[in-house]
């Protein structure tokens, strides 16, 4: 079994910075694809950035130049730093883990909320 803990969300003005992490612990040894994704209410879930093992990097087009993904493998670990952070930014964010359809795993997601 795998588990994904989140942390680093909460509540900052518009300008600010916040870091989320997501640790992941368990039966696994190695992660392809490490994932962060939001979703506000009434809204499908969006991808917000990728990084893979290799340590390429994908982001939405909205977050480019503010946010940025990086990774830690020897800790299963992968931070979003999120700078610049605007009021459309609030959502709760949610991490994922990828390496085949039948182990792809998903944290339990955490609010970040930017004010005006």
């Known amino acids: 079994q795998v588990q994904l803990v989140e942390s680093g969300g909460g509540l900052v003005q518009s300008g600010g910075s916040l870091r989320l992490s997501c640790a992941a612990s368990g039966s696994i040894f190695s992660i392809n694809l490490m994932r962060w994704y939001r979703q506000t209410p009434g809204k499908e879930r969006e991808l917000v950035a990728a990084?893979?093992?290799?340590?390429?990097?994908r982001y939405l087009d909205s977050v480019k130049g503010r946010f940025t993904i990086s990774r830690d493998n020897a800790a299963n670990t992968v931070y979003l730093q999120m700078d610049t952070l605007k009021p459309e930014d609030t959502a709760v964010y949610y991490c994922n883990i990828f390496n085949d359809p039948l182990r792809n795993y998903w944290g339990q997601g955490i609010q970040v909320t930017v004010s005006s």
């Open positions: 990084i893979t093992s290799g340590g390429n990097q």
